[in-house]
């Protein structure tokens, strides 16, 4: 996969940062221009940019010492993605209903979408390569060299 070659953050940050562009295009569109088409097309580029689910899932399980953690990680990962989802949904209908305007909560997407790509930037710690090592029995492991932290999975779902 893409990520396993240029890296976790990279990716999570170029979705994020595009898909405050594309909720900038959908702002314009609704905004100034007042374009569906525009707007569809805004909708789509922002799409484009939203397919990470599963390099923060790898990112997990790059950072889990075991198994077993990666169990115990995977549903807080999952329970904040679906927070996530709800909350800025929840917090642009509160958006639209207090100015009237749908474009408005466009900047819902574009204020969260940045600052969670900066909070990403600045404390999330990209993976080293996992390194092969060999057990008892001859057969190759897979040895994970960075521990994670409930912090560490919560700023990836931001």
Excluded: H
């Amino acid at each position: 996969p893409l990520s396993d070659k240029s890296g976790r953050k990279p990716l999570i940050m170029v979705g994020l940062l595009g898909g405050a562009f594309g909720y900038l295009l959908m702002f314009l569109a609704g905004g100034v221009v007042k374009s569906y088409l525009f707007f569809v097309a805004a909708m789509f580029i922002n799409g484009l940019f939203s397919g990470t689910r599963s390099v923060i899932f790898s990112y997990v399980a790059d950072v889990a010492t075991s198994p077993a953690e990666f169990g115990r990680k995977q549903p807080i990962l999952g329970t904040f993605m679906l927070l996530g989802g709800s909350g800025g949904g929840l917090l642009g209908g509160i958006v639209i209903a207090a100015l009237g305007k749908l474009w408005l909560a466009a900047w819902v997407g574009i204020i969260g979408s940045v600052v969670s790509a900066t909070l990403i930037g600045l404390f999330m710690v990209e993976p080293r390569k996992k390194e092969k090592v060999e057990d008892t029995t001859g057969a190759p492991l897979e040895e994970n060299v960075v521990p994670t932290t409930t912090r560490t999975i919560i700023l990836t779902c931001i």
